[in-house]
C-alpha cells in the first residue's frame, strides 16, 4: 500500500508540474499583461519600463525559467490585482474557499444521503417522483445559472439575505461581537445554499442508486428473516454499505466543488480563490494565475488520493 | 462527546466574529459614511504611482498639492492657485524659479512636520526612472529642488513656460520622505509602506484590502480644519449596473458615470438622484491611419482623405448622441471637451450629409455593388470597428455607425474586445481598422499635444490613431507656450480645426457624466478634474444619517 501511495504521490506532481506549465504559457498568450490597463494616464513607454522591471518583456522560456526557480524557493510572486505576494494573498483567498466548499460539501452530503436514503426507502412513492424530479432540475442547471437564481430569488425579489460579499463591508468591523457573528453567517447563506444544493442533487441520485443495489442483497434478506426492523434495517446495515461509494465520491467531488466555488464566488462577490483567480485571468494578474492554478490542481489530486486511499481502506479488493 | 465539524465552523465563525465594538456615533454639523461605488479597482495608491480615477480620488484625498487650482481650472501662471501646503510662494525675479514656503502648521499624519526636503523628495521620486511614474512627463521642465531652509522649498525650472506654476502644484503630490524614503525606488510599487499611506491631507488612509474596499477616516487635527464626512469608503464593483443597483438600493451614497440607460431610474428613485457633472472625457471614432500591425503601409482604405471625409459625413452626430445619452447628451466640437480652458464651439464640422457622402465615395472611386456595399479594385468598402467591452456608450455607437455608415455602403464589422486587449491591440500592437475611443484630457492645452501631437506617437504618447501635422504640432506648440490665455485660444483654435478637417477621427461626443448621489448627501461644486476635487466640503446632514452614518471615527477591529 506504501508504494501505491508513493506512486500516486509521484504521479500527482506530475499533473501539478504539466497543469502549472501549461498555465504559465496560455495566460501569457492571451493579449495584453499586468500593465494593460485602460488607462490615459500611462503612456506605452511607462508600460514598457514596468514590463521591463518586473521581466515581462524577456522570452518566455526565460521568464519560465525564472518561475520554476522562484517557486522552488517557495517563493509565488507578485500579485499586481492584490497588490500584495501572492502567497498573501493566497493566505487569505483559501481559507474562505475551503469554509464555502467545507460547509457546502457537509451540507450536501448529509442532505443528499438523507434525502437519496428515504427515496429508495420509499420506492416509487410520490416523495420518490417528486423528490427525483426536483433533484434532476437542480442537476441540471449550471453552476452559474443556479447561483444567480437564487441571489434573485433571496435577494432582491425577496429581499432576506445579503447580495455578495463576505460581510457587510461597511459596518462589519464596527458591530458588537453577536451582530458580526450574525452579519457573517447571512452572508455565508446564500452562497454555501447554492453550492450544496448543485452537488447535493448528484450526491442524492447516487445515494438512491446505491441502496436500491443493496437493499435486495442476501444479508439484508437475512436481517428481514431475523427480525430486525426496517428503520434498523435501513439505516444501519444497508446505509452502512451504501456508504463506502460516497465516502470515494467525496474526493472526487473537491474538484467539481472548486469549479462551483468560481461561479458561485464570482456571483456573490464572495473573495475566495475562485474570484481571484477569475480577477486575475481579467487583469492578466500572471503570478496569481499561475499560484491559483497550482493550488486548485494540488486540492484536485489530494481529493483524488484521498478517494484512492479512502478506497484502499474500505474495500480491501483495492488494496492488491 | 465529539463536536460535528459543522458545529465547530460555526462556532469558530461566532468566535472570530465577536471582537468588536461599536464606536461612539457622530452628532452635529459633521459626520457621516460616505460610501462610494468605484468602477474597478484602483491599480495603485501612492502618488507617482497613481494611473486611474480610483487611485486619484484617494491621493487627493490622503495627500496635498503645494497649492490648488481654481474652480476655473486656469493653468496659466498662478491665477486662481490658492494655498494648500504652500502657504505662500516667491516667483525668482526671472520666473526660473519658485520658492514655495510650507505652512508651518501642516503635519503628516502620524504627526511629524511637514517639510520643504519632503518636497525635494517627492520631485526625485516622481522623476526617478526606476519608479517609472506616469506622471513623470508632467514635471519635465523641473529642473530641480533646493531647499533654503525647512520650510522653504524652491523650485527650479528648465525654461520659463506659462505653465511651470502649474506643473509643480497641480501634477505633485507631496510625500512624507521619513515614510517613504526609507525604500528603493525600483521596490517602491511592490513594497508594503505603498499600501499603507501616510499624507497631510483631509482624511487618513484607513486600509486598502483589494477588491473589497479602500476606506479612508477624516483626519480631524488637519491643518486646513477637518472635513465635513467622518468616513470615506470606496467599494469597488464589477461593472456600472452593479453599482446602479448598490446606488439605488441605498447600499452606496455616491457612483461616478451612472448607467445612462438606467438614469430615468434615479429620477423615480427615493433614495438617489442624478447630478450632471463636468468632465474632460470626449469619444471619437478614430480611422487607422496604417495598416493593421504595420508601421509603414498606408491603410487600403483609410489612407484616403476623401473617404474618412465621406464617412464623417455620413453620421449624424447629434441624433446618435440623443439616441445614446438622451437628454444628456452634448455633441463634440472637435478634438477637445467643451469643460477645457481653450475650447471653441465655433469651429467647422464634417456636416451631415448622406448624398455627399456617398458623392465623394463614388468620385474617390468606391462604387456601390449589387448588395449595396461599396467596392474598389475588387475589394470591398469594409472594415473591423474595435471598441472596449467595460464602455456601455461605446457598445451602442458601435451599432449606430454600423447602421449608418451601412447606408452609405460600408461593411463594418464590429469587434468588441475587452479593456486589456482594447489597449492592447490599440496602443501596442495598432492591430485595428477603425476603433471607438475616448480621451481623458488634462485641464492644460499641452494635454492636447499628448493626444494629437506627432511627438506623442509611439511609445511617448497616447497617439493611438497616429495621427502627424507639423502644422498642428507648430499650433500646439504656440498655444502651450503662449502666456495670454486669449492668444492661447486662438492657435489651440486653428490647431483644433486643423484635426477636424484632417479627419483623423470623428469626434462624436463630450462624455456626459450622470453622479449617482444618494439623496441623504449635499455636495460641494463638483470639478471636470475629479469628482473628489471639493469632498471636504461634502455633509450628510444629522436628520438624515443612517446606521452607517454613526459609526463615528474610532478605528476598526484589527
Redesign the interface.
Known amino acids: 500500500m506504501r508504494r501505491q501511495i508513493v506512486a500516486r504521490l509521484l504521479q500527482s506532481l506530475i499533473v501539478v508540474v504539466i497543469v502549472t506549465t501549461i498555465s504559465f504559457f496560455v495566460i501569457r498568450a492571451a493579449p495584453g499583461d499586468p500593465f494593460a490597463y485602460d488607462s490615459p494616464m500611462v503612456t506605452p513607454a511607462v508600460r514598457a519600463h514596468w514590463r521591463s522591471q518586473f521581466g515581462y518583456d524577456r522570452p518566455l522560456i526565460e521568464q519560465y525559467g525564472r518561475y520554476v526557480v522562484s517557486v522552488a524557493h517557495g517563493q509565488l510572486g507578485y500579485s499586481f490585482e492584490m497588490h500584495e505576494p501572492v502567497s498573501a494573498a493566497l493566505a487569505v483567498a483559501l481559507p474562505r474557499t475551503l469554509l464555502l466548499t467545507g460547509l457546502a460539501l457537509t451540507l450536501a452530503f448529509l442532505g443528499g444521503m438523507a434525502i437519496g436514503a428515504a427515496q429508495a426507502a420509499r420506492r416509487g412513492s410520490w416523495f420518490d417522483r417528486v423528490s427525483s424530479f426536483v433533484l434532476l432540475v437542480f442537476y441540471s442547471l449550471p453552476d452559474f445559472w443556479g447561483a444567480l437564481m437564487i441571489l434573485l430569488l433571496f435577494a432582491y425579489w425577496i429581499p432576506i439575505l445579503p447580495a455578495g460579499n463576505i460581510v457587510d463591508q461597511v459596518t462589519h468591523d464596527y458591530m458588537s461581537g453577536p451582530q458580526a457573528a450574525w452579519d457573517r453567517a447571512r452572508h455565508l447563506v446564500l452562497p454555501v445554499m447554492s453550492l450544496a444544493l448543485l452537488t447535493m442533487a448528484s450526491i442524492a441520485r447516487y445515494q438512491r442508486a446505491a441502496m436500491l443495489e443493496i437493499l435486495p442483497a442476501d444479508y439484508i434478506r437475512t436481517a428481514r428473516a431475523k427480525g430486525v426492523s426496517e428503520r434498523r434495517i435501513l439505516w444501519h446495515h444497508a446505509l452502512r454499505t451504501a456508504l463506502t461509494p460516497l465516502v470515494t465520491l467525496a474526493g472526487l467531488f473537491i474538484p467539481a466543488l472548486l469549479g462551483g466555488a468560481l461561479f458561485v464566488e464570482k456571483v456573490f462577490s464572495w473573495p475566495g480563490m475562485g474570484l481571484i483567480a477569475a480577477n486575475a485571468i481579467a487583469g492578466r494578474d500572471y503570478d496569481l494565475v499561475t499560484a491559483t492554478v497550482i493550488v486548485g490542481s494540488l486540492l484536485v489530486v489530494i481529493g483524488n488520493l484521498f478517494a484512492d486511499l479512502a478506497q484502499m481502506a474500505l474495500d480491501p479488493r483495492t488494496r492488491e | 462527546m465529539r463536536a460535528s ?2 458545529l465547530l ?2 462556532l469558530a ?2 468566535l ?8 461612539a456615533a457622530s452628532t452635529g454639523a459633521t459626520g457621516g ?1 460616505l ?1 462610494v461605488a468605484a468602477i474597478g ?1 484602483a ?2 495608491l501612492l502618488p507617482p504611482l ?3 480615477i480610483n487611485g486619484a480620488a484617494i491621493q487627493s484625498m490622503v495627500f496635498d498639492r503645494l497649492a490648488d487650482i481654481g474652480q476655473n481650472l486656469g493653468t496659466v501662471g498662478d491665477a486662481g492657485f490658492t494655498p494648500r501646503l504652500a502657504s505662500s510662494w516667491t516667483w525668482a525675479a526671472d520666473s526660473l524659479s519658485i520658492a514655495f514656503h510650507i505652512d508651518p502648521k501642516a503635519r503628516w499624519h502620524d504627526g511629524q512636520p511637514v517639510t520643504a526636503s519632503d518636497v525635494r523628495f517627492s520631485v526625485r521620486a516622481y522623476l526617478d ?2 519608479v ?6 508632467n514635471l519635465g521642465n523641473i529642473d530641480s529642488v533646493g531647499v533654503r531652509d525647512s520650510l522653504t522649498a524652491v523650485v527650479y525650472f528648465k525654461k520659463h513656460t506659462p505653465e511651470e506654476f502649474y506643473d509643480i502644484a497641480y501634477q505633485l503630490f507631496v510625500m512624507p520622505e521619513h515614510v517613504y524614503g526609507k525604500v528603493p525606488f ?1 521596490q517602491l ?2 513594497s ?1 509602506v ?2 499603507k499611506l501616510v499624507g497631510s491631507g483631509p482624511f487618513r488612509f484607513v486600509r ?1 484590502d ?4 479602500i476606506e479612508l477616516v477624516a483626519d480631524t487635527a488637519n491643518y486646513h480644519g477637518r472635513p465635513k464626512l467622518d468616513r470615506v ?1 470606496l ?1 469597488p464593483i ?1 461593472d456600472a449596473n452593479a453599482g446602479a ?1 448598490l446606488m439605488l438600493s441605498g447600499q452606496a451614497d455616491f457612483m461616478l458615470s451612472f448607467p445612462i440607460d438606467q438614469v430615468a431610474k434615479l429620477d423615480s428613485s427615493r433614495v438617489a438622484r442624478a447630478v450632471a457633472a463636468p468632465s474632460f472625457s470626449y469619444g471619437f471614432f478614430g480611422f487607422n491611419r496604417f495598416a493593421p500591425k504595420s508601421n509603414s503601409a498606408p491603410h487600403p482604405i483609410f489612407n484616403d482623405l476623401r473617404v474618412r471625409r465621406a464617412l464623417a459625413m455620413a453620421i449624424n452626430r447629434t441624433a446618435m448622441a440623443g439616441n445614446v445619452f438622451g437628454k444628456f447628451a452634448q455633441v463634440s466640437h472637435g478634438p477637445f471637451p467643451m469643460t477645457l480652458g481653450v475650447a471653441d464651439s465655433t469651429l467647422r464640422m464634417p456636416p451631415y450629409d448622406t448624398a455627399a457622402a456617398k458623392a465623394m465615395l463614388d468620385s474617390s472611386g468606391w462604387k456601390a455593388g449589387a448588395d449595396g456595399i461599396r467596392a474598389k479594385n475588387g475589394k470591398p468598402l469594409r472594415f473591423s470597428l474595435m471598441y ?1 467591452s ?1 464602455s456601455l456608450p461605446r457598445k451602442q455607437y458601435a451599432v449606430l455607425l454600423q447602421e449608418a455608415l451601412r447606408r452609405v455602403g460600408a461593411q463594418v464589422d464590429l469587434d468588441q ?9 490599440a ?2 500592437s495598432h492591430d485595428y481598422d477603425a476603433l471607438l475611443n475616448a ?2 484630457a488634462d485641464p492644460s492645452v499641452t494635454g492636447s499635444k ?1 493626444s494629437w501631437g506627432t511627438s506623442a506617437i ?5 497617439n493611438s490613431l497616429r495621427y502627424s501635422n507639423v502644422k498642428v504640432d507648430a499650433l500646439l506648440d504656440t498655444a502651450a507656450g503662449s502666456f495670454d490665455p486669449a492668444k492661447a485660444k486662438a492657435s489651440a483654435a486653428k490647431a483644433y480645426q486643423q484635426i477636424i478637417d484632417d479627419v483623423p477621427a470623428v469626434f462624436l461626443y463630450d462624455l456626459p457624466l450622470v453622479d449617482a448621489v444618494n439623496r441623504r448627501l449635499t455636495l460641494g461644486p463638483l470639478r471636470a478634474d475629479g469628482w473628489f476635487a471639493n469632498i471636504a466640503d461634502w455633509s450628510i446632514p444629522p436628520d438624515k444619517r443612517i ?2 452614518d454613526r ?2 471615527l ?1 478605528p ?2 484589527p
Open positions: 465539524p459543522l465552523i460555526v465563525t461566532t472570530s466574529a465577536c471582537e468588536g465594538s461599536r464606536t459614511t460610501v479597482e491599480s495603485d497613481v494611473a486611474d526612472p526606476k517609472g511614474s506616469p506622471t513623470a512627463p525600483d510599487r511592490t508594503d505603498s499600501r486598502w483589494p477588491k473589497v474596499r469608503i467599494t464589477a443597483a472596449p467595460t474586445v475587452d479593456a486589456q486587449t482594447f489597449q492592447a491591440r496602443l501596442d480621451f481623458n499628448q509611439g511609445p511617448g504618447g497616447q446606521d452607517r459609526i463615528g474610532g476598526a477591529k
